[in-house]
């Protein structure tokens, strides 16, 4: 079964502060996804990215950048947290099958903006 | 552009009746039709996904079909489980497309 791991799982900053969330999977796919969750709002794609050195802009892209490295890992980046991007942050990953078309989510790491 | 419209907010269901999750698509092409499921403090994981030759996909006890004609994809078991009280969400996707348009979700709680 698919493997994605995401660090931190819990992180507490103040506004205007930098903060990178990790996600690192272990099965060799290509595309990866960053997304937000939020009572009301649902799962709501952030960036997602089809190979190293790759970035593609999702739904809700305003106040993140990511980068993805290598193969298994793809960041997320706050340059200046605000207190509405306070949520629940799932990274996913899938195979370039369309046939297949699943993805594999992370645990999830959660954000809090003071 | 596609989009998804779900049962909204929240179903309470007795134990043992059936269940029915409704999900209306909006799609150009002939969309893939995917039911995800997210129990408590979990991450969400595939529950059933349409198929191309319109068998019936089935999982847990759940089951969906997909109905071009109406475009619809409804999540239905026979009998609701304590162990079914999650949060639903219905993605549509399709050929070439890489990405999902996860709906706002459906929170599901199954009441003994």
């Known amino acids: 079964e698919a493997a994605v791991t995401q660090s931190p799982r819990n992180k507490v900053t103040v506004t205007g502060g930098n903060v990178t969330l990790s996600c690192r999977q272990t099965?060799?796919?290509?595309?990866m996804y960053w997304y937000r969750q939020d009572t009301g709002h649902g799962l709501r794609l952030i960036h997602y990215?089809?190979?190293?050195?790759?970035?593609q802009i999702g739904d809700v892209p305003d106040g993140y950048k990511a980068t993805r490295t290598t193969q298994e890992d793809f960041f997320l980046l706050l340059e200046l947290a605000s207190p509405s991007q306070t949520s629940l942050y799932f990274c996913?990953?899938?195979?370039?099958?369309?046939?297949?078309?699943?993805?594999?989510f992370g645990p999830g790491t959660r954000l809090t903006v003071l | 552009g596609d989009s998804v419209t779900q049962t909204e907010g929240l179903v309470t269901l007795t134990e043992g009746l059936p269940v029915m999750l409704n999900c209306t698509y909006q799609?150009?092409?002939?969309?893939?039709l995917f039911w995800y499921v997210q129990h408590l403090n979990e991450a969400p994981k595939l529950l059933l996904k349409s198929f191309t030759d319109n068998k019936r996909p089935e999982h847990q006890g759940f089951h969906a079909t997909l109905h071009k004609s109406s475009s619809s994809f409804h999540l239905q078991k026979s009998s609701a489980q304590l162990s079914d009280s999650a949060l639903y969400y219905c993605a549509p996707t399709h050929t070439g497309y890489q990405n999902f348009y996860f709906g706002k979700g459906t929170s599901l709680t199954v009441i003994p």
């Open positions: 799609s150009t092409y002939s969309p893939f």
């Open positions: 099965n060799s796919h290509n595309y």
């Open positions: 990215s089809y190979g190293a050195g790759n970035l």
């Open positions: 996913a990953s899938s195979e370039a099958d369309w046939a297949s078309y699943e993805q594999y």
